[in-house]
């Protein structure tokens, strides 16, 4: 059974910095691609980034708006995947799920979630 | 940036056939992505690559897609339905776009 549990969410300042996780099992994380989506409080689901697999190049793409500030990472050995987040600002604040990619190059979706880490930027 | 668009809302009576539409520019070059999403919970796909069912969801939900549109019908929506639906695609640079959800009534 596929599980993805997000951890490391908190309320952080403006401009300070928050180091989420995502701890996978149930299938092979090393060969699969992995994203970040986040939903703010009342509002839709934001697609915030993804990494490819080292096999497919270990490649990373990010949203316009946190390209520069989120930067994704993953640890192949203890199957977990990292969002570093840096330079928050309020309009971060949001729920922020792990998911499993499937589908190919360039028209990939997210087949399992996890059930999300709260993230509250807040002064 | 690309948007994919969805209506706010619908709402049907139980029983009857809902209809939730997203238009978007790379649709007829693009597979288009359907989830639903519970109050409080995180979201479950519900279509993928355009018509296909995931296991374990219930065959009244269908989707297809028509140049810039696709479209997820519930075929005799129940009350258990009631939810709000996201359409998602990729765009042409490889990023993943949402629409901004339907919630669909279902009373």
């Known amino acids: 059974e596929v599980q993805l549990v997000e951890s490391g969410g908190g309320l952080v300042k403006p401009g300070g910095s928050l180091r989420l996780s995502c701890a996978a099992s149930g299938f092979t994380f090393s060969n699969a691609w992995m994203s970040w989506v986040r939903q703010a409080p009342g509002k839709g689901l934001e697609w915030v980034g993804h990494?490819?697999?080292?096999?497919?190049?270990?490649?990373?793409d990010y949203a316009a708006p946190v390209k520069d500030r989120f930067f994704i990472s993953r640890d192949d050995l203890q199957s977990t995947l990292f969002l570093q987040m840096n330079s928050l600002k309020t309009e971060d604040t949001a729920m922020y799920f792990c998911?499993?990619?499937?589908?190919?190059?360039?028209?990939?979706?997210?087949?399992?979630w996890g059930q999300g880490t709260l993230v509250t930027v807040s002064s | 940036s690309y948007e994919l668009t969805q209506p706010p809302s619908v709402s049907v009576s139980p029983g009857q056939t809902a209809r939730i539409t997203c238009s978007g520019d790379?649709?007829?070059?693009?597979?288009g992505y359907w989830y639903q999403q519970k109050s409080g919970q995180a979201p479950v796909l519900v279509i993928y690559?355009?018509?296909k069912r995931p296991s374990g969801i219930p065959e009244r939900f269908s989707g297809s897609s028509s140049g810039t549109m696709a479209t997820l019908t519930i075929s005799g929506a129940q009350v258990e339905d009631e939810a709000a639906y996201y359409c998602?695609?990729?765009?042409?640079?490889?990023?993943?776009?949402f629409g901004g959800g339907t919630k669909l009534t279902v009373l």
């Open positions: 790379t649709l007829p070059k693009k597979f």
């Open positions: 998911t499993r990619d499937s589908g190919i190059d360039g028209d990939f979706y997210s087949d399992y």
């Open positions: 998602y695609s990729a765009d042409n640079s490889g990023r993943g776009v």
């Open positions: 690559e355009d018509s």
């Open positions: 990494i490819k697999s080292k096999t497919d190049g270990g490649t990373k």
